[in-house]
């Protein structure tokens, strides 16, 4: 699996979680990396990306997730502060070669399996 999500889990309205994507199975440097998630009956959607030096968030999410990334450790991350109900979804991983932002999902060339996050109000 080129791609490993966890930190995934249940907590109330306004707390946090970090999520973690392993990508170890990559030559890390050579990706951008993304996050998206999706609810149940809903369509995929971006959540935020990251290149060597620059972020990009969807609206929804700015000013409450944070993404980095860890090119010793092959690892990027998505700080999650603040979370809704609404932010209940199962969240992926994606990685795109090149050094760009990308913000659609078909763009990306390796996906993770998902993580489950759950916010109750």
């Known amino acids: 699996v080129p791609l490993m999500e966890s930190g995934g889990g249940s907590v109330q309205a306004g707390g946090s979680l970090k999520l973690s994507c392993d990508a170890s199975?990559?030559?890390?440097?050579?990706?951008?990396m993304g996050w998206f998630r999706q609810a149940p009956g809903q369509e995929r959607e971006f959540v935020a990306a990251?290149?060597?030096?620059?972020?990009h968030y969807a609206d929804s999410v700015k000013g409450r997730f944070t993404i980095s990334r860890d090119n010793a450790k092959s690892t990027a991350y998505l700080q999650m502060d603040n979370l809704k109900p609404e932010d209940t979804a199962v969240y992926y991983c994606?990685?795109?070669?090149?050094?760009?932002?990308?913000?659609?999902?078909?763009?990306?060339?390796?996906w993770g399996q998902g993580t489950q996050v759950t916010v109750s109000s």
């Open positions: 990251i290149s060597w030096k620059l972020t």
């Open positions: 199975d990559l030559m890390f440097s050579r990706y951008s």
């Open positions: 994606a990685a795109a070669v090149g050094d760009y932002i990308r913000t659609v999902a078909r763009d990306f060339d390796r």
